[in-house]
């Protein structure tokens, strides 16, 4: 039987506002709806997994509201284990206020509500989770200690783990690097992480920032440029992105993460893997929301984009 992927992450509600424009500071402007949609990097990763048909389980917090109750239905749909989400006492379940230009480009404010409250004791009271996956995603919407303490737990156990760096925080813990086996940053993320601004101009110095602490593995996503591969043992490549008209880009780094994993899971090279994650953003990015907007497998394999 194949393995399991666990992803220890965030689950938000999204509340997603289209506008024309995002915000200048000091203007107020009018959008005619406000949609919710189930959210969250982590919750997004495992509901991509699932959807690829991939046996997952998502790891994370939420609050005792009906918000919770819309996450865990929209997770269970796809298929994800979400027996071990903790439901938190005293605190709302995360949210994210999006706004979506008419370019299909996003903001987006987190409140992180239960997500703050995911300890290192609760990851510890679960090793069992860890120790029955494969592969392990990890983001940063959660406490970094927590995410250090699930990388350093899996590595130790001798898990594959993949860091999505998203949000890199204002001092990432470089502790993380020596438990992270692939890192996929985006183009800002990888500025953020490196201190190179434009690093998607700098790609080969600022991958090498990323691989000197120990990093054997590194993707980083260009959007419509597609990705730079760097993977250990071969010669950095370029994979080219499929054409699409992107509607909404929210949730395309995790479905392209969660897609990678799923690849990798079934003896995909990286780079096998990196081009099916392409052509899974390409189709996220072209539907509106998160969760929403996320394909099946089937609909991977029927798409035609080039
Ligand atoms: O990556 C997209 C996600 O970021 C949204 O779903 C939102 O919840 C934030 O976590």
């Known amino acids: 039987m194949m393995g399991k992927i666990l992803v220890i992450g965030s689950l938000n509600m999204d509340m997603v506002m289209q506008v024309d ?5 000091g203007e107020t402007i009018l959008c005619d709806e406000m949609k ?3 959210g969250g990097k982590g919750a997004n990763q495992a509901c991509a997994a699932g959807k690829l048909g991939v046996d997952v389980t998502m790891f994370g ?3 005792r509201d009906s918000y919770a109750d819309i996450q865990m239905n929209s997770l269970a749909a796809a298929g994800v284990d979400t027996s071990g989400i903790l439901r938190k006492d005293g605190v709302n379940t995360g949210t994210a206020f999006i706004t979506v230009n008419r370019r299909g480009n996003n903001s987006i404010v987190v409140v992180p509500g239960a997500n703050s409250a995911f300890t290192p004791d609760d990851i510890e009271k679960n090793r069992n989770l860890i120790e029955a996956c494969e592969i392990l995603i990890l983001q940063l919407e959660i406490p970094l200690d927590t995410v250090c303490y699930a990388a350093k737990l899996a590595k130790s156990l001798g898990k594959t783990v993949l ?3 998203a949000p890199v925080p204002e001092y990432f813990p470089e502790e993380l690097y020596q438990y992270v086996d692939i890192i996929k940053p985006n183009e800002t993320e990888l500025s953020k992480l490196t201190g190179i ?3 998607q101009d700098h790609l080969s110095e600022a991958v090498q920032i ?11 996503t260009l959007g419509e440029k597609g990705v730079y591969l760097d993977a250990e043992g071969k010669e950095a490549c370029h994979i080219p992105a499929r054409k699409v008209t992107a509607v909404d880009t929210t949730a395309a780094g995790d479905s392209f993460t969660a897609a990678l994993a799923a690849m990798l899971l079934e003896g995909k090279t990286l780079y096998e893997a990196a081009e099916f994650a392409n052509r899974v ?3 996220v990015v072209t539907r509106e929301g998160a969760q929403s907007s996320i394909p099946t497998l089937q609909e991977v394999l029927e798409n035609k984009s080039e």
């Open 281 to 283: 953003s390409a189709i």
């Open 36 to 38: 919710l949609v189930p």
């Open 21 to 25: 424009h995002m915000p200048a500071e």
């Open 61 to 63: 917090a939420v609050g």
């Open 210 to 220: 990323l691989k000197n602490p120990g990093v054997k593995n590194v993707l980083v």
């Open 163 to 165: 860091l999505d760096p």
């Open 197 to 199: 601004v434009n690093a």
